[in-house]
């Protein structure tokens, strides 16, 4: 039996618009340094590389310096912030539920693979009542490794059941493909994420606007690698 087609998806900015959420929650993270705010136009591009990178961020914009481990304790007071608004005003993209739906029902393995922690990650998905359409969910803290190195997105496809020959990545910055072309990986660009730069300057296989247009690109480069 051959081994069925896989999507792998970005979390943040691809699937869900999650940078309302995260950007008050840092913004109260770092407000008990006395810290000014940062908007979601300074911050929003380095969220898929993590909360570390936007804290880091944060401190840069206030031109504050950021010792290590006043980063781990600033790094636990977000996550406990975070967990409890999550899902305040996040939301999926307009779409993207019904093109998963479609892509399960015609064989199609899907999973997230988002540097976001994987527990983050799990109970987004369940609050926003979406964790049942994925066969794999891995977060930046499941290995030793995170995106952009090619062994993120090859777990978490093999994880779900897929073969990287038979694969297909889905994100929003030069981060996720990046991730994808390290492990030989075609990648679909979404244009409406957290890139800091227009997502075409990076070279994707293929950029989207929404995600009607998910099923035939996908499909498209499905075949075209199969034939």
């Known amino acids: 039996m051959s081994i069925q087609p896989t999507l792998i998806l970005d979390l943040d900015g691809t699937l869900a618009d999650t940078i309302h959420d995260l950007v008050p929650s840092l913004n109260r993270t770092t407000a008990t340094q006395n810290l000014q705010p940062v908007t979601i136009e300074q911050v929003g591009h380095v969220s898929g590389m993590g909360i570390k990178a936007m804290l880091e961020l944060a401190f840069t914009h206030n031109n504050q310096p950021l010792e290590k481990d006043l980063l781990e304790e600033l790094f636990v007071t977000f996550m406990e912030d975070y967990s409890r608004n999550i899902s305040v005003d996040t939301v999926i993209y307009p779409g993207a539920v019904s093109a998963l739906q479609k892509l399960s029902s015609n064989g199609w393995l899907l999973g997230i ?9 799990e109970k987004l998905l369940r609050e926003m009542g979406v964790h049942h359409l994925f066969s794999s969910v891995t977060g930046g803290d499941s290995f030793n490794f995170r995106k ?50 227009p997502v075409a300057n990076f070279n994707p296989d293929f950029v989207i606007s929404e995600f009607a247009e998910l099923f035939d690109t996908a499909t498209r480069i499905f075949d075209k690698n199969n034939s």
Do not use: W
Not at 156 to 165: I, L, N, Q
Not at 175 to 185: G, S
């Open 113 to 121: 693979c988002t540097n976001k922690s994987a527990d983050l990650a």
């Open 148 to 197: 952009p190195d090619p062994r993120h997105l090859v777990n978490t496809v093999e994880m779900a059941g897929g073969s990287t020959s038979r694969a297909v990545m889905v994100g929003d910055t030069q981060n996720d493909i990046l991730t994808a072309r390290n492990a030989d990986i075609p990648v679909i660009a979404v244009d409406f994420g957290y890139s800091e730069k």
